[in-house]
């Protein structure tokens, strides 16, 4: 079961990053993914080839309340705007697992 859903993404991400982030997921640029359900929540780490290998880690703490969600990337975009095509790619990923 996926907690993500495209509608929960549009109103948390950026559209050019939401266009761009589908692109990489699409092409296979989402090179390592490793998911741990826990009690309550979900914890996502992954690797995403982009200009370089970043670094996403995504990890909700209570899965009925998307908002309790925390995402990094190691990219500079996401250092200056907290958000990037690459934790988009990884999302993208998580929802065709499910």
């Avoid at 950026?14 to 490793?34: D, H, L, M, Q």
């Avoid at 200009?51 to 995402?71: E, P, Q």
């Avoid at 990037?84 to 990923?93: M, S």
Wanted: hydrophobic share 35%; glycine share 6%; aromatic share 14%.
């Amino acid at each position: 079961m996926s907690i993500v859903t495209e509608k929960w993404l549009s109103h948390e991400f950026e559209y050019s990053n939401i266009v761009r982030g589908r692109a990489y997921f699409k092409s296979g640029r989402v090179i390592t993914y490793n998911e741990e359900w826990l009690p309550n929540g979900l914890s996502i780490q992954s690797i995403v080839k982009g200009t370089k290998l970043y670094k996403v880690n995504i990890h909700f703490d209570d899965l009925n309340d998307l908002d309790s969600g925390f995402y990094h990337c190691s990219c500079p975009q996401c250092e200056e705007w907290f958000e990037c095509k690459h934790i988009v790619a990884v999302l993208y990923h998580h929802m065709s697992l499910q």
